[in-house]
């Protein structure tokens, strides 16, 4: 699996879209984008997938470049309980390999 | 039913107690996870289970022993750990799709001290 590259760590305000970025210059093109977060002494939550193409749900968009070598997270409207460690996956879905998880970016949402 | 769920919360042994960690789900998913957490880290794989057969063993030493019994439930058997093995164990699960595995999601963990 390609390799991620993250700030450790990112403020944001409340209520003002956080904007966290991923590098993955080494991306193959069967392998997919994930992103988790995982708030202080809980289990990771997914938040969101994609392969080439922008993705939305109801807790953030992610937002791939053409050349799929860097992406974005976003959350449209932060607030003090998105505070959490963020992780970037890249990772083939046809290998049972589980998530490799790097060191993430730790977005503290700020009042 | 949308979660998974880990048993117990917390959990205090000493280097020469056996015990076991339980993690359940009813999403009718067919690949189930076992990853460590220290402190200050990002989690790390420990075993694999796909249709209820060990996939992937990250190199885990033999004090650790994962077990699936059926599709819904996974355990991880532990003896004679170290004080090092001290850590968050946090289970996932996930589905066994067409194109492959999809997301996984995870339980709350069982924080483990060892003694």
């Known amino acids: 699996d390609a390799k991620t590259t993250q700030p450790t760590s990112m403020d944001c305000a409340e209520g003002r879209a956080a904007n966290l970025p991923c590098n993955h210059s080494t991306i193959s093109g069967n392998e997919y984008v994930y992103w988790y977060r995982q708030i202080h002494s809980q289990g990771p939550q997914y938040i969101i997938h994609g392969l080439k193409n922008n993705e939305t749900n109801e807790m953030a968009s992610l937002i791939i470049t053409e050349d799929r070598k860097s992406s974005t997270l976003i959350l449209p409207h932060a607030t003090l309980r998105d505070t959490a460690v963020y992780y970037c996956i890249v990772r083939v879905e046809t290998r049972e390999w589980g998530m490799r998880f790097g060191a993430g970016t730790r977005l503290t949402v700020k009042p | 039913d949308t979660e998974v769920t880990q048993t117990p919360k917390h959990l205090v042994m000493g280097m020469t107690n056996k015990k076991s960690l339980k993690c359940e789900q009813h999403m009718g998913h067919r690949a189930m996870y076992w990853y460590k957490q220290k402190a200050k880290k990002p989690p790390e794989l420990m075993f694999v289970?796909?249709?209820?057969?060990?996939?992937i063993n990250e190199s885990v030493p033999s004090r650790f022993s994962p077990e699936c019994p059926n599709s819904s439930l996974l355990n991880l058997h532990l003896h004679a750990l170290q004080p090092e093995d001290s850590a968050l164990y946090l289970c996932?699960?996930?589905?066994?799709?067409?194109?492959?595995?999809?997301?996984?999601?995870f339980g709350p963990g069982t924080r483990l001290t060892v003694l």
């Open positions: 289970y796909s249709y209820e057969k060990l996939s």
């Open positions: 996932a699960s996930s589905q066994v799709l067409v194109r492959g595995f999809g997301e996984q999601f």
